[in-house]
């Protein structure tokens, strides 16, 4: 009783739906979403300017993987540095309460 696992969590981004709908976002998607540049398809995953797949709202968030609408063509780095946020976030300097 006490040497129980805990569940597993269910892999992301597997199977055959999953391989179909990213093949397709590749195929008809041109330029990053993200930075608007176009996407060189024939760059593989270690570099950085790999075509990925970006989903508009994170697992995380409550976004479905399996909806076409919820998925759009992305650089590799673009999308890692957007992380789970629902929009590109750029640090600003910082602000002050005072005027000096």
Request: glycine content about 8%; some cysteine.
């Amino acid at each position: 009783m006490g040497n129980q696992r805990p569940a597993r969590k269910k892999p992301r981004h597997t199977g055959r739906p999953w391989g179909r709908l990213r093949a397709r976002v590749i195929a008809e998607e041109t330029h990053c979403a993200l930075c608007g540049k176009p996407v060189n398809k024939t760059l593989k995953f270690p570099h950085k300017r790999s075509p990925t797949v970006d989903l508009r709202v994170p697992l995380s968030l409550g976004g479905s993987q399996r909806d076409r609408t919820n998925l759009r063509l992305a650089h590799f780095d673009c999308n890692a540095s957007r992380g789970n946020g629902t929009r590109n976030r750029r640090r600003r300097g910082f602000t002050t309460t005072r005027r000096w």
